[in-house]
């Protein structure tokens, strides 16, 4: 069973345009992940937030979480063609180290 | 190599037929997990194994899904019998802990 899911599916937007995806997840968590992932290969990292943390920032990217509302959003700023690809967030599997991941968000960014 | 690896990138099979699919992780990474994704779908646990721990196998969808990694490096995943719904790109990943996790390209897998 899928943990977290993400909102939108799918989302399209210009170049320059911020760009914010949305994941809920439904079980306590002591962290969250943030991965993408291009054409359907392998996942890339972007950011880990921690239960305790309610911000965070690597560049362009923006984490946010809010664990009453067992809720977080990742903002891209100032987009670009580049970033399109699936988004996913991904939330550990019980008590365990296994990260489970939602559906994922496809983000296209038009030049 | 500086990142995890996988081989075959691409696999076409009959049903039937089994397959070796194999996950070189980063080194000294003691955590890799194999997942599988089907066309536009998230990632579905398969198997995890932690150090000399006894792997996680609570994902595997059926018995004909087998994985071992040797020597705490090296994993293959093994599917005898192969169907249709086999179908999928094959991802491994790994990691030191509970740290980041490192995924390889993957091995997408066609039984046709």
């Known amino acids: 069973s899928q943990q977290g899911e993400e909102d939108p599916q799918a989302l399209s937007i210009q170049e320059g345009e911020n760009a914010t995806m949305n994941c809920s997840y439904k079980?306590?968590?002591?962290?969250l992940q943030w991965y993408r992932q291009n054409s359907g290969r392998g996942l890339v990292h972007l950011i880990l937030?921690?239960?305790?943390?309610r911000e965070k920032h690597s560049g362009r990217l923006r984490v946010t979480l809010d664990t009453s509302k067992k809720s977080s959003s990742l903002l891209i700023t100032a987009s670009r063609a580049a970033d399109t690809a699936s988004y996913f967030c991904?939330?550990?599997?019980?008590?365990?180290?296994?990260?489970?991941f939602g559906r994922g968000t496809s983000l296209i960014v038009h030049p | 190599g500086a990142g995890v690896s996988q081989s075959p990138s691409n696999k076409v099979t009959e049903k039937g037929k089994d397959v070796e699919l194999r996950c070189d992780p980063i080194?000294?990474?003691?955590?890799l997990y194999w997942y599988r994704q089907s066309l536009g779908q998230g990632l579905e646990f398969l198997i995890y194994?932690?150090?000399?721990?006894?792997?996680?196998k609570s994902g595997l969808p059926s018995d004909r899904f087998s994985a071992e990694r040797t020597g705490g490096s090296v994993s293959t995943l093994t599917i005898q019998r192969t169907q249709q719904e086999d179908s999928a790109v094959y991802l491994c990943?790994?990691?030191?802990?509970?740290?980041?996790?490192?995924f390889g390209p993957g091995t997408r897998l066609t039984v046709l």
């Open positions: 990943a790994s990691s030191l802990g509970d740290s980041s996790r490192y």
């Open positions: 079980t306590s968590i002591n962290n």
């Open positions: 937030i921690r239960s305790n943390e």
């Open positions: 991904a939330t550990p599997r019980g008590g365990s180290y296994i990260p489970t």
């Open positions: 080194s000294g990474h003691t955590a």
């Open positions: 194994f932690q150090g000399n721990s006894a792997p996680d």
